[in-house]
């Protein structure tokens, strides 16, 4: 699956952005999407994943984000959405949406799980 992220650029604190991630070659039906950042000088973190079984909607954040960043989907577009809220000048990083076929959760939130990357967006949130 090749995955097309969008979507970032400069926001103030307290602002909000949404993401995209578009899929090509498979569908969300099959596969499950993480959304990961990357500062400079840190190690890629695990934001956000998400995944739709037979009847529901599966999502997970990190503590980090959580009440803040909401992760959603559009299947006719074939594209999942970070929406961030309340941002923090700490939320600025390169974000990656990632793909994996794996749907155990244990595993979702470690980066090496996932097969497919994105090329990254940019996101700075500064005064």
């Known amino acids: 699956v090749q995955l097309v992220e969008s979507g970032g650029g400069l926001v103030q604190p307290g602002g909000s952005l949404r993401l995209s991630c578009t899929a090509s070659?498979?569908?969300?039906?099959?596969?499950?999407i993480g959304w990961f950042r990357q500062a400079p000088g840190k190690e890629r973190e695990f934001v956000s994943w998400?995944?739709?079984?037979?009847?529901?909607?599966?999502?997970w954040y990190a503590d980090s984000v959580k009440g803040r960043f909401t992760i959603s989907r559009d299947n006719a577009r074939n594209t999942m959405y970070l929406q961030m809220n309340k941002l923090k000048p700490e939320d600025t990083a390169v974000y990656y949406c990632?793909?994996?076929?794996?749907?155990?959760?244990?595993?979702?939130?470690?980066?090496?799980?996932?097969?497919?990357w994105g090329q990254g967006t940019q996101v700075t949130v500064s005064s």
């Open positions: 998400g995944r739709s079984g037979p009847y529901l909607w599966h999502a």
């Open positions: 070659g498979s569908t969300f039906g099959s596969v499950s």
């Open positions: 990632a793909a994996t076929s794996r749907s155990d959760a244990s595993f979702l939130r470690d980066p090496n799980t996932y097969d497919s």
